[in-house]
């Protein structure tokens, strides 16, 4: 029999505790960003996950992956509960925190599709329960059973908060066009950008185009959104003139997209944006330090190692 003193745990249970979270730790961290749009907050749910396993009677756990999928979710929608709340002070647009997903192809390895932008955006229009469905669901495809047992709702609850949620997401979702395609019409936006050319900007967008500055209120980032292909157009062809280098450009995957660092003389802005068959029709510029600093984070890190 294993004896230990004064309550501590053997070092080869914790040992093994900490074995169990590595090996799912990064579908874990997966299930917290989708929820959340945040990597820094995403990391703070995986910590706190991390802190109740070390706490919890293992041995009576059955399935381990289940158990911290389940503990990490329910975290997750009480975070995303109070961030709503922190996000009605939020100065100007706000968009999801990036994450380079070329340095971290663990976090892209279920259903793409749920990482990109365009879709973590419409998320945030979901409740905290139905986007916790949707993501487990659709992408991680964890069975309705298992859904149920962690929102600690019926089967039948799960199945319409699913639907739901697949129902309002698909309604304002445009038909997507492929990783080639979306790299070509953001090399061609840069040199129309880079040019001032203000005509073939407008060839590139969708007429109801949309540009998002995210910055939290430093100086220099829009605070309200511009519209209109022609409008866009011509801030563009005016900021690219003046700022926009293809020797300086640094391409970067973004939540599985292709997106460019632009240097800008106090910093660097991130840009990516979506697309659909009718062109460019949200262009998405990060300049918040706080991003910025969450994503070159996102570089530098293996989750799979952590």
């Known amino acids: 029999m294993n004896m230990h003193l004064d309550g501590q745990e053997p070092e080869n249970s914790l040992e093994q505790a900490a074995s169990t979270f590595i090996e799912v730790r990064p579908r874990l961290f997966g299930i917290a960003y989708r929820m959340l749009g945040s990597a820094v907050e995403a990391e703070d749910v995986v910590q706190e996950t991390w802190l109740r396993w070390q706490n919890t009677e293992r041995s009576v756990v059955v399935n381990p992956a289940a158990f911290l999928s389940l503990i990490t979710t329910r975290l997750s929608i009480n975070s995303a509960q109070s961030a709503r709340s922190r996000r009605e002070t939020y100065v100007g647009p706000w968009l999801p925190e990036p994450v380079d997903t070329s340095a971290d192809p663990a976090l892209g390895?279920?259903?793409g599709e749920a990482l990109e932008f365009a879709l973590l955006l419409l998320l945030?229009?979901?409740?905290?329960?139905?986007?916790?469905a949707y993501v487990l669901r659709e992408a991680f495809d964890y069975p309705y059973e298992q859904i149920a047992e962690v929102l600690q709702l019926g089967q039948a609850n799960v199945r319409q908060l699913v639907s739901r949620a697949r129902r309002h997401l698909n309604d304002e979702r445009r038909e997507s066009i492929d990783a080639a395609e979306h790299r070509h019409l953001l090399s061609a936006f840069l040199d129309a950008a880079q040019a001032g050319n203000v005509a073939a900007l407008e060839d590139l967008f969708a007429a109801d185009v949309v540009s998002s500055s995210d910055g939290n209120g430093i100086r220099g980032a829009a605070r309200f959104p511009l519209t209109g292909a022609n409008r866009v157009a011509r801030f563009v062809a005016a900021y690219g003139s003046r700022?926009?280098?293809?020797a300086d450009v640094a391409w970067v995957d973004v939540n599985g997209r292709p997106g460019v660092i632009l240097p800008r003389p106090s910093g660097f802005t991130l840009l990516t944006l979506e697309a659909s068959p009718e062109g460019i029709h949200?262009?998405?510029?990060?300049?918040?330090?706080?991003?910025?600093?969450?994503?070159?984070?996102s570089r530098s890190r293996n989750l799979a190692k952590i």
């Open 109 to 111: 390895a279920e259903r």
């Open 124 to 132: 945030e229009k979901l409740t905290p329960a139905q986007r916790a």
């Open 282 to 297: 949200h262009l998405m510029w990060i300049v918040s330090p706080a991003k910025l600093d969450a994503f070159e984070w």
């Open 243 to 246: 700022h926009i280098s293809p």
